[in-house]
């Protein structure tokens, strides 16, 4: 079964930081872009930032830029959101999600999300 | 970067009705749009790709169209467990945006 499981979430003060973890089953994780997005409470979408297959390129929204650091681990299938400098406008479910180039590089399978919330 | 707006931000209707909305772009995305449904507490599912390709296991009361910058999705014939929130979203270039979604509720 292809799967995506993300984990680390949890209750951080403001200015503090957390990585985020997605570990990928079911699929040869090594041949896909991954992307992060964000949902705040009651609140739409977002997109946080993406990594390329090998790693080698990176992509991020503004609103994260210099504060956020996306990496993979292809060996351990295995997708990172190291986050600095938390504010309360981090608070979300974040999601990993897998892209796929051949389906007009839609997000295609999904992550159940973890919970982050900056408070103090 | 490319905006989407989504309208209308929320619908009612009943089982069995025929629903459209739309998502319109800020530029043109060719047919990169990609629709989105998202249930309560639950994680996004992908339901159209390329504006108006049906995603493997989505009912086909599920249809796109549009290119360019003016999108639509329609469902031909609402049913209990289609309330939901419907997302489009670019992949034609980063970042990658959303629209802000719109909500179908119960009539």
């Known amino acids: 079964e292809v799967q995506l499981v993300e984990s680390g979430g949890d209750l951080v003060q403001p200015g503090g930081s957390l990585r985020l973890s997605c570990a990928a089953s079911g699929f040869t994780f090594s041949n896909y872009w991954m992307h992060w997005v964000r949902q705040a409470p009651g609140k739409g979408l977002v997109w946080v930032s993406r990594?390329?297959?090998?790693?080698?390129?990176?992509n991020y929204a503004d609103s994260v830029k210099d504060r956020f650091t996306i990496s993979r681990d292809n060996a351990k299938n295995t997708l990172y959101l190291q986050m600095n400098s938390l504010g309360a406008e981090d608070t979300a479910v974040y999601y990993c999600?897998?892209?796929?180039?051949?389906?007009?590089?839609?997000?295609?399978?999904w992550g159940q999300g973890t919970t982050v919330t900056v408070s103090s | 970067d490319i905006q989407m707006t989504q309208s209308p931000s929320s619908l009612s209707a009943s089982v069995g009705d025929r629903v459209t909305f739309t998502c319109r772009a800020s530029?043109?995305?060719?047919?990169?749009l990609n629709w989105y449904q998202q249930k309560p507490g639950k994680a996004p599912k992908l339901l159209i790709y390329?504006?108006?390709s049906l995603q493997s296991g989505v009912p086909s009361r599920f249809s796109g169209s549009g290119s360019g910058t003016d999108f639509t999705l329609t469902i031909s014939s609402l049913q209990p467990e289609d309330f939901a929130t419907y997302y489009c979203q670019q992949s034609y270039s980063t970042p990658r945006t959303f629209g802000q979604g719109t909500k179908v509720e119960i009539k």
């Open positions: 530029q043109s995305i060719s047919t990169y």
């Open positions: 990594v390329s297959s090998d790693g080698s390129g990176t």
């Open positions: 390329a504006a108006s």
């Open positions: 999600a897998r892209s796929r180039a051949d389906i007009a590089r839609s997000m295609d399978v």
